[in-house]
């Protein structure tokens, strides 16, 4: 495993990348360029950048209309303040009528720490999932974070792309494809699967390794990085090992495992499963590590609660 980095740097960073590539790529920000880091688009590109100040509801609309005109706009603040302060905006005025607006949005889950739940995210996923013309990403390494970028400019439609904060360790090697719909599976199972994204990846990652050193399982580990839409092959494979545990930086109601557990119960597949995240509570302040071994999203809670499960009868 490589050294931790912080995501927001390397996409901040490699927006600059996308502006190089295509003249339509223009940045507008909510006076949070360096909280997003993409400083440097704007010292690049300053008749390309835009800060409306502290109004993301503004900010929203103004990209609607930017888009509506032929660029690309790269929408920058915290997940809390685009998905909720500005949901109105995003529905209404980009995914009606289906602009190319690219929503990044940092500080997703509980990753912001001590920053507390004001501007932390544990309910995005299910704003965002809910509306029409939308797909939604979530990154786990840097050299994903630079594919989805990429990927992103060949999308002529609303994306939103969560972020943790949390410093994460790279879990990609440069060979992987993305994609709208797409998955990666990291680790092959045959005694069940994580399924995952974001800051979770690399814990679930570690998870595998300690239940198949401790417990002789063979516990497979799927990065469900397109989570509108999302991988049903992948999810079936997973839900043929009968052991399924989902794992994710967001409340467990409207998160990556309900998308997933509805989707099981249509088709009626059958399997033991168990969705790890926010209880569905204000979560007090606290640093990041903390938080994710409290609620089972480190790679010990990740594998106790798998091992639990799994001793379920099917």
Known sequence: MSEKVFLRNVVGEYTQVLGNRDSKV?????????????????????????????????????????????????????????????????RTDVAYGNKNVKMIAVYAGVSGGISGATHWSIEDCGIMTSIPNVSVFELSDSKMARKLLDYSLSLNKPVYIRIGVDPVDDV?????????GGSTELIQGKDGYILCSGVVVHQA?????????????????IDMYSIKPFDAEALLKAVNTKNVVVAQDHNVYGGLGSILAKYIVENGWTC????????????????APFLYKKYKLDANGISESFVSLSKKEN
């Open 272 to 287: 033991n499963f168990r969705i790890l995240g926010i209880n569905d509570e204000f979560v007090s302040m606290a640093h």
């Open 172 to 180: 990609y090697d440069d060979e992987f494809v993305i994609k709208e």
């Open 205 to 221: 990652v570690l998870a595998s390794k300690i239940l198949k050193e401790e417990y002789n399982l063979i516990v497979g580990v």
């Open 26 to 90: 223009v940045v507008v920000n909510a006076d949070l360029s360096g909280t997003c880091r993409n400083k440097s688009f704007s010292d690049s590109f300053p008749n390309r950048s835009f800060n409306v100040g502290i109004a993301e509801q503004n900010m929203i609309s103004f990209a609607a209309g930017l888009a509506h005109e032929g660029f690309k706009p790269y929408v920058f603040t915290m997940a809390p303040f685009l998905s909720m302060r500005a949901c109105e905006q995003v």
